[in-house]
């Protein structure tokens, strides 16, 4: 997933520290979950990308704090590297505190025989796709959703039945292409949609996803990334969203956020 | 530690756990190792996640949420040590990472978990519908074992590992179901009891679409737990799914069930490796 121009990056280095665009701003204060997940994976996959380490496979995200905007710091180490995988964490720090943790699993490609190739055949035109609505209930509850505006979104139904967002990024993230943590940054929204698709929002005060995995089995291909989106919650306010993830020529992996239901307000 | 000991283990007898620890390092006994060599991937999964459940709840932090298990070098079948770290820890959430080393210090394995404490929510359920593609109501027990990886030659954690076949509807696998015979660690562990299943929704779907990559061998580098409830009864089960390529690249999948529904969902990620 590539941005659809070439506007200025959401992402900028001001000397030894990270500073975000207003448009990676969330919902509940500091930046969206997504936006973090590009920051902290994004400057892994380009960091490898520079090395030569391989593809990057899966990534799992720790939200711990809410992130601000400017004056980040990263620290980004290897846990194992040599031979065909690697494997890298980013820490995020502001304020003196550690925000967000990432790891990131990077792996060199072989040629095995009898096994799929990268698809050329086109299954999904996201473009034919209707552009996806706020509902009036989610309008009147979030004036402030900065990183909705980043993406293009379209709402559609596969021919399996399933619901499905496509989503096309405005701006890129970095300066460099980082098609993994590009789709990374858009599943962070699936739980934010199983909310909307319901129709309805759930008796709580906030649905927070606490992690973020994603795990894809080829890179993907194009602008757009499609995400189809399953929640299950229970009345002890924990949680789950899982989702699986497509580009253009089919799936391509799965996303997992752990979900607290806050109290009512 | 390692040995090709008949299957009449005294520890398997007496229903003691795979691994103990007396005030030091952990200490595997002969049924942790894998059909091959070093410690199996489930058993050390379980291992790393059950410590940080055992720290969660001695910190109060509640249940657990989610887990990931990295597997950076394989485990020996020796004395290993877990370090366990605070990442966070608020008011309803708290993040503990572990690390796994062997007695040299090196690092074999690193995990993540997730612990919320349960707050009552009446009126909350969940907001699509969830699956209900097999027949589970049935007692695992009474389907037909499946077998594989037990080699007769060499005690491993296959031997304990109970692992049932359940058919859909066009007679295809669907369900594989598991159960521990022994405990995996010295407490009761959530996290252990999901990922000892978990870890090998990669066999199961390799075996069920017959779609074996001749000469490879299909280690997963990584496997993730998450899960919405504690599940009932001692079977899990794997609805198992994958995606491998030429490259060498695939990860593999599986929904987690016990016996009245889902509870959560595993993913790995898979590397395809040259045999010999």
């Known amino acids: 997933m590539k941005a659809s121009t070439n506007a200025t990056p959401v992402f900028r280095r001001d000397g030894e520290t990270w500073a975000a665009q207003p448009e990676s701003q969330g919902p509940f204060g500091g930046m969206h979950g997504g936006a973090v997940a590009a920051l902290s994976v994004g400057e892994m996959e380009a960091m490898a990308a520079a090395r030569g380490l391989g593809a990057l496979v899966s990534a799992n995200l720790y939200l711990l704090r809410p992130l601000p905007r400017e004056g980040i710091s990263s620290k980004v180490s290897a846990v194992r590297e040599g031979g065909r995988v690697a494997v890298f964490e980013n820490e995020l720090w502001a304020g003196g505190k550690l925000q967000a943790k990432a790891s990131a699993c990077f792996q060199q490609p072989l040629s095995v025989e009898g096994l799929p190739g990268a698809p050329e055949k086109t299954v999904f035109e996201p473009e034919t796709f209707v552009k996806w609505e706020r509902p009036e209930f989610f309008k009147a509850a979030n004036t402030n959703q900065g990183f909705l505006d980043l993406v293009d979104i379209r709402d559609t139904h596969h021919e399996d039945?399933?619901?499905?967002?496509?989503?096309?990024?405005?701006?890129?993230?970095?300066?460099?292409?980082?098609?993994?943590?590009?789709?990374?940054?858009?599943?962070?929204?699936?739980?934010?949609?199983?909310?909307?698709?319901?129709?309805?929002?759930?008796?709580?005060?906030?649905?927070?996803?606490?992690?973020l995995a994603l795990h894809l089995s080829r890179a993907p291909k194009g602008d757009w990334i499609g995400v189809a989106q399953r929640g299950s919650w229970h009345d002890d306010g924990r949680g789950m969203t899982e989702s699986e993830i497509f580009d253009v020529h089919g799936r391509i992996g799965r996303s997992c956020q752990s979900v607290v239901l806050l109290p009512p307000l | 530690m390692n040995s090709s000991a008949p299957a009449t283990h005294a520890a398997a007898e007496t229903g003691a756990p795979i691994f103990t620890r007396e005030g030091g390092p952990w200490l595997p006994d002969d049924y942790a190792a894998g059909p091959f060599r070093g410690l199996y991937g489930g058993a050390v999964a379980g291992l790393v996640a059950g410590a940080m459940e055992e720290h969660a709840v001695s910190e109060g932090w509640g249940t657990p949420l989610s887990a990931t298990v990295l597997m950076l070098r394989p485990a020996p079948v020796a004395p290993l040590v877990t370090e366990i770290t605070t990442l966070q820890a608020g008011r309803r959430n708290a993040v503990a990472e572990c690390l796994l080393k062997d007695e040299a210090g090196k690092i074999i394995s690193k995990g993540h978990a997730i612990f919320v404490k349960p707050d009552a929510m009446p009126g909350t359920r969940p907001l699509t519908a969830i699956p209900t593609a097999t027949n589970w109501a049935g007692d695992p027990a009474t389907l037909p074992l499946w077998a594989n990886g037990k080699r007769p030659e060499h005690v491993n954690f296959l031997h304990i590992l109970e692992m049932r076949e359940e058919r859909d509807a066009t007679g295809k696998p669907g369900m594989r179901w598991s159960r521990m015979t022994?405990?995996?660690?010295?407490?009761?562990?959530?996290?252990?009891?999901?990922?000892?299943?978990a870890d090998n929704a990669s066999a199961f779907w390799l075996s069920s679409s017959g779609a074996w990559p001749a000469n490879f061998g299909f280690p997963n580098v990584d496997v993730s737990v998450h899960v919405s409830r504690a599940p009932q009864g001692e079977w899990i089960g794997v609805t198992p799914d994958a995606q491998l390529h030429e490259t060498g690249m695939g990860m593999s999948e599986g929904a987690l069930y016990d016996r009245t529904g889902l509870v959560g969902r595993t993913c790995q990620t898979n590397i395809l490796v040259p045999r010999g």
């Open chain 1, 161 to 211: 039945g399933t619901r499905a967002k496509w989503f096309r990024l405005k701006h890129p993230f970095h300066d460099v292409p980082t098609p993994f943590s590009n789709a990374m940054a858009v599943a962070d929204v699936s739980t934010l949609f199983t909310v909307t698709d319901a129709g309805e929002r759930p008796n709580a005060g906030g649905w927070p996803n606490a992690d």
């Open chain 2, 182 to 197: 022994r405990p995996l660690l010295p407490f009761a562990s959530l996290l252990a009891t999901l990922f000892t299943a």
